[in-house]
């Protein structure tokens, strides 16, 4: 008898087995063709950079910087198909937040304390006014809500990785991110170049420069690049300073998650936004990068796993950028080029006249 009701379960669910099999194959077979496209840009973006750095010995247009320009460029030349369309889609924004996840685990929060109340706060001051002031300048500029906060968040904490970080939680336009990702990366080359001219010119000495590089400059190996000719001083003091930059991105996308709803309206986005669960509010990826970051503090992530979390956040987010730069359309990017252009230099140079300000005004030797 019971031999007997096996066999008769058995087709029936045999089926339904197959069918959930079906519909995973399904699902990552829609997903492969746009993300192995993703895949080729950013192995042929580290490329450029290991040549770059090669020839240079400093990376100074990232392979993050790269895969968008790969990927416009290619966008610019040929239209990727429909079979594409999910995996660019998936690259884009659930890598991306994977990608800032992980970042959790490279701040350090104890070498961030063990710098002093009184830098920490001008810092944590210095940020704040520069966004505030940021978004003041792109919108009398009229530029969009969403386009004037990834600029003066990109200027104000890490360039590139906060405004792919601020980009899912307001709901920028693909656009929108790959225009201020590329102004804001010439920017950051011209500051890595320009930079150390302040050192005979305002008469800082290397602490001082430290941590006017630690301010104004956008990544960190940007920051190595720029202080690493002046003085070992230089380097230490600015890398300590860009770590606390890159911690404020946590709590300024908390508070920018709580405020998106509020948002005004921008072409697509039109519509009310509904009532939102905490979940929603504060997006899954920012919790998990600011657990990762209290579990480094805590010591419950061995120091030999830094280095590959970094390296894997890193090729993430290439990853994320190679895909928004294959959404960009090169003729729209045009069109706003000049005034996105003008913000991110206004933007820029706010930002230095604070991180001088707060300089001379801590009194920092």
């Known amino acids: 008898m019971t031999a007997r009701m096996a066999n008769r379960v058995a087709p029936d669910s045999v089926p339904a087995v197959r069918a959930g099999r079906s519909l995973r194959a399904g699902a990552a077979g829609r997903l492969m063709p746009g993300l192995f496209l993703c895949l080729i840009l950013t192995v042929m973006a580290q490329a450029l950079q290991a040549g ?5 010995g400093h990376p100074y247009v990232e392979a993050l910087v790269l895969a968008i320009l ?11 198909g429909a079979r594409f369309k999910a995996g660019i889609a998936f690259s884009a924004k659930q890598v991306l937040e994977v990608a800032v996840v992980l970042l959790g685990a490279s701040v350090s929060l104890g070498a961030i304390v063990a710098s002093g109340p009184a830098l920490l706060a001008g810092i944590v001051g210095a940020v704040a006014l520069t966004i505030l002031a940021s978004c003041a300048i792109c919108r009398a500029l ?3 809500v969403r386009m004037a906060l990834l600029i003066a968040c990109g200027n104000a904490i890490c360039g590139n990785s906060a405004i792919a970080a601020v980009a899912p939680v307001i709901g920028a336009d693909s656009r929108d991110v790959a225009a201020a990702i590329a102004f804001t990366a010439v ?5 890595v ?18 941590v006017l590089a630690g301010l104004t400059v956008y990544a960190v190996p940007q920051v190595l690049a720029a202080t690493v000719p002046v003085g070992a001083l230089a380097t230490q003091v600015g890398t300590l300073v860009k770590l606390v930059r ?3 991105l946590g709590p300024v996308v908390v508070v920018l998650s709580l405020i998106a709803p509020r948002l005004p309206a921008e072409g697509a986005r039109a519509g009310a936004p509904g009532r939102l669960g905490f979940f929603k509010l504060v997006p899954w990826f920012i919790l998990g990068f600011l657990a990762l970051a209290t579990l480094r503090a805590l010591g419950f992530i061995p120091e030999d796993w830094l280095q590959p979390l970094s390296r894997i956040a890193g090729f993430l987010t290439i990853v994320s950028m190679a895909a928004l730069g294959l959404g960009v359309d090169v003729r729209i990017l045009a069109q706003v080029g000049g005034r996105v252009t003008l913000g991110v230099t206004a933007s820029l140079f706010v930002l230095l006249a604070i991180a001088v300000l707060l300089i001379r005004g801590l009194g920092v030797g």
Do not use: D, K, N, S
């Open 52 to 56: 770059e750095e090669h020839l240079t």
């Open 70 to 80: 790969l990927g416009t460029a290619l966008r610019t030349a040929w239209v990727p």
């Open 142 to 144: 009229g530029l969009p």
């Open 187 to 191: 920017l950051g080359v011209l500051m």
């Open 193 to 210: 170049l320009g930079l150390p001219l302040f050192v005979p010119l305002a008469g800082f000495g290397e602490h001082q420069y430290g």
């Open 246 to 248: 890159v911690l404020m």
